[in-house]
T-cell receptor
Framework: GAVVSQHPSWVICKSGTSVKIECRSLDFQATTMFWYRQFPKQSLMLMATSNEGSKATYEQGVEKDKFLINHASLTLSTLTVTSAHPEDSSFYIC??????????FGPGTRLTVL | AQKITQTQPGMFVQEKEAVTLDCTYDTSDPSYGLFWYKQPSSGEMIFLIYQGSYDQQNATEGRYSLNFQKARKSANLVISASQLGDSAMYFCAMREKTSYDKVIFGPGTSLSVIP
């Protein structure tokens, strides 16, 4: 099956710093990628839809100035958590939609903000 | 409003027995798809099975089958012959055509398989 990678798999940072997470589709071109956040023992919550070459579409309640999304190419979307705080600590998962409209998930990135 | 409901926060099943995980959904879009994913403690999302709203037959994939009752807006997952490795979180998810194909998830069910 198709592979989607995320980097890094885990990151620890100090409060106030910014963290960038990459999501790559390795064997197909993805015009659309999605970013989810999952807190412990909760479900995946959709944060935003990332469209190649255009602005991301954010879900209600998600601060677009805090969670910057850039989908600069057909195989790469990045999520930058700006001025991270401990409450931003979470598991961030991306997914990529293939040309056949299947959706493949990355392995996730665990962010811990101290 | 909650679009996907999974009423069982936790379930136990004896090894080798079958188990049904419930899922109900809410949509007014005639074109939609329903998914089940497994999430072990490692965090990766493992695709299990898919059912399209226009599919006439219930989807099956190995030990997984989806009991699709369209009129009741129900899409229960049946796992036959449970194995210890089936212990994980299970999420029901939906994709609506009118929502640009974004997939939204239910709250999940934690399944524990007992030896």
């Amino acid at each position: 099956g198709a592979v989607v990678s995320q980097h890094p798999s885990w990151v620890i940072c100090k409060s106030g710093t910014s963290v960038k997470i990459e999501c790559r589709s390795l064997d197909f071109q993805a015009t659309t990628m999605f970013w989810y956040r999952q807190f412990p023992k909760q479900s995946l919550m959709l944060m935003a839809t990332s469209n190649e070459g255009s602005k991301a579409t954010y879900e209600q309640g998600v601060e677009k100035d805090k969670f910057l999304i850039n989908h600069a190419s057909l195989t790469l979307s990045t999520l930058t958590v700006t001025s991270a705080h401990p409450e931003d600590s979470s598991f961030y998962i991306c997914s990529a939609r293939s040309p056949e409209a299947e959706q493949f998930f990355g392995p996730g990135t665990r962010l811990t903000v101290l | 409003a909650q679009k996907i409901t999974q009423t069982q926060p936790g379930m136990f099943v004896q090894e080798k027995e079958a188990v049904t995980l419930d899922c109900t959904y809410d949509t007014s879009d005639p074109s939609y798809g329903l998914f089940w994913y497994k999430q072990p403690s490692s965090g990766e999302m493992i695709f299990l099975i898919y059912q399209g709203s226009y599919d006439q037959q219930n989807a099956t994939e190995g030990r997984y089958s989806l009991n699709f009752q369209k009129a009741r807006k129900s899409a229960n997952l049946v796992i036959s012959a449970s194995q210890l490795g089936d212990s994980a979180m299970y999420f029901c998810a939906m994709r609506e055509k009118t929502s640009y194909d974004k997939v939204i998830f239910g709250p999940g069910t934690s399944l524990s398989v007992i030896p």
